[in-house]
């Protein structure tokens, strides 16, 4: 069983749940956890839980299931909204961040810049670091690109999304993005969790291929257990036994994720096609679905980008998107007629808020 003690428990509260555990017969580790104290003990049994669980000081006990608690509305059932330079992620409408895989160059780069924020994006994405299946592709331009992006943000406006992929990139990462991306590949990387949850920017964590949506709730909470609070999901498409796309997206994982968690969920509809004509479709069916943001790569000449080049959209189908993206966002918010045409009072079924979980 372990026992999450509250920020705010004091040592007497702490004391006194150790005290009433090895009592009841069980053997007792006290640890800290990022920001936490977590009490552990060797077994434990219903009657145990419930006498601790009333104790002052616990924040949430734990016996077998996921230990998942400040990813989700258990914790907090109101649904967290993220700043980020103009945008709110999580308020009305869908957020949209747009550009390319990799920042391949300064001019092409603030090139798809200009044209991305001409399309509607409000963020623009681009990997400084790659990670790249073969250690022989390009694997990105580092620190440069780095500076390149914030020249970039300079130029446009757009904040920035990059993937951090190594603990000792962190800081650089935090000192020139505003939201830190850790890439599908880096979702079970404990140690780059608990070190972007030391930073306080935003993080789009995305939904590892193989991960469950529960294994990447209790990835979300590595980072909001360092104390930071701002997590946002991203489902990116899941590997399965079907070929004819990259991955298969798993538009499930959004209201699974909005029923399980107060944080915000995008979509990237690029890395689940693999190709540029599946994307569209793709993405209008995120936002139907409720997703709050799409992250999509757009290329000003995808058949000239380094990595991803065959899923990259042009600023004009990134535009199209916008604009069907919009029409869609305008219909949920719209209030649904009822039989005598007079408008419902029941709210669109994309805004009505999740039961709580049991
Ligand atoms: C990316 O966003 O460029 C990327 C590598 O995505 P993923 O981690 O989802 O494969
Ligand atoms: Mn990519």
């Known amino acids: 069983m372990l026992v999450l003690l509250s920020k705010s428990a004091t040592d007497a509260e702490r004391d006194r749940i150790v ?24 077994a434990g049994s219903e009657a145990c839980r419930c006498e601790v669980e009333r104790l002052a000081g616990v924040e949430r006990v734990f016996a077998g299931e996921t230990a998942a608690h400040y990813a989700t509305r258990d914790h907090r059932q109101e649904p967290t909204q993220i700043q980020v330079g103009d945008t709110l992620i999580g308020g009305a409408g869908t957020c949209i961040i747009a550009g390319p895989c990799a920042v391949e160059g300064l001019d092409v780069l603030v090139e798809i810049a200009h044209a991305a924020k001409a399309a509607g994006a409000q963020m623009l994405r681009g990997g400084a670091y790659k990670p790249r299946t073969s250690p022989y592709a390009f694997r990105g331009l580092g620190v440069e690109g780095l500076e390149m992006l914030a ?16 603990t000792r990139d962190v800081d650089a990462v935090e000192r020139h993005a505003d939201v830190l991306q850790i890439g599908s590949r880096s979702m079970d990387n404990f140690a ?37 609070d701002q997590v946002i999901f991203c489902e990116r498409g899941i590997r399965t036994f079907e070929r004819g796309t990259r991955n298969t997206l798993d538009i499930s994982a959004v209201p699974m994720l909005r029923e399980r968690s107060h944080l915000p969920v995008i979509v990237d509809p690029s890395h689940a096609a ?3 004509r599946f994307v569209a479709p793709l993405a209008r069916a995120a936002a139907a679905c409720g997703a709050d943001g799409l992250i999509i790569e757009t290329h000003v000449r995808p058949a000239e980008a380094r990595s991803d080049a065959a899923q990259a959209v042009l600023p004009e189908e990134l535009a199209s998107i916008v604009r069907d993206v919009r029409a869609i966002n305008a219909a949920l918010a719209a209030p649904v007629a009822g039989s005598d045409g007079a408008p419902s009072a029941e709210p669109p079924a994309a805004s009505r808020q999740p039961e709580p979980v049991a």
Request: glycine content about 12%; charged content about 25%; overall charge negative.
């Open 274 to 276: 693999g190709r540029a």
């Open 192 to 228: 780059l969790l608990a070190e972007v949850g030391r930073t306080r920017k935003p993080v789009l964590l995305k939904r590892g291929m193989s991960a469950t949506v529960e294994e990447l709730l209790t990835s979300a909470e590595y980072v909001l257990a360092g104390g930071n």
């Open 151 to 166: 020249e970039a943000r300079r130029q446009t406006g757009l904040p920035i999304v990059t993937e951090v992929m190594d």
């Open 19 to 42: 005290q009433t555990v090895h009592d009841l017969g069980f053997s007792v580790q006290v640890r800290q956890a990022g920001e936490h104290t977590v009490i552990e003990t060797g």
